[in-house]
């Protein structure tokens, strides 16, 4: 299964990003953003159940970012608002077949991923 993302950018810290992730199986997955900054461990940063749109979100970005989809396009969001320095990260779209909850955060949960977007923030 293929996935794609695409929307990293470098922006100034305050402003705001849209990532988007295609696959060409998405029904019935979870979709989770990861990010890994240089000499970090990846880290989950929020995941949506497509059956429901459940959404969970690392407490880092709550009230910052916001995960959505579009099923008829087959398309997870990431919506980034601002954006702090912190912020900037290697990001990933990952899906597995399944529901989200009580694994999304763990990457070795998911057998599908992106080759990843890079967002600088300065």
């Known amino acids: 299964v293929q996935v794609v993302e695409s929307g990293g950018d470098s922006v100034q810290a305050g402003g705001s990003l849209r990532l988007s992730c295609v696959t060409a199986?998405?029904?019935?997955?979870?979709m989770g953003w990861f990010r890994q900054a240089p000499g970090k461990e990846r880290e989950g940063v929020a995941a949506i159940n497509t059956v429901d749109s459940r959404t969970y979100y690392a407490d880092s970005v709550k009230g910052r970012f916001t995960i959505s989809q579009d099923n008829a396009k087959n398309t997870a969001y990431l919506q980034m608002n601002s954006l702090l320095p912190e912020d900037t990260a290697m990001y990933y779209c990952?899906?597995?077949?399944?529901?989200?909850?009580?694994?999304?955060?763990?990457?070795?949960?998911?057998?599908?991923w992106g080759q990843g977007t890079q967002v600088t923030v300065s």
């Open positions: 990952a899906a597995d077949l399944g529901g989200c909850a009580g694994r999304w955060f763990r990457s070795a949960e998911y057998k599908y």
């Open positions: 199986t998405y029904s019935g997955h979870c």
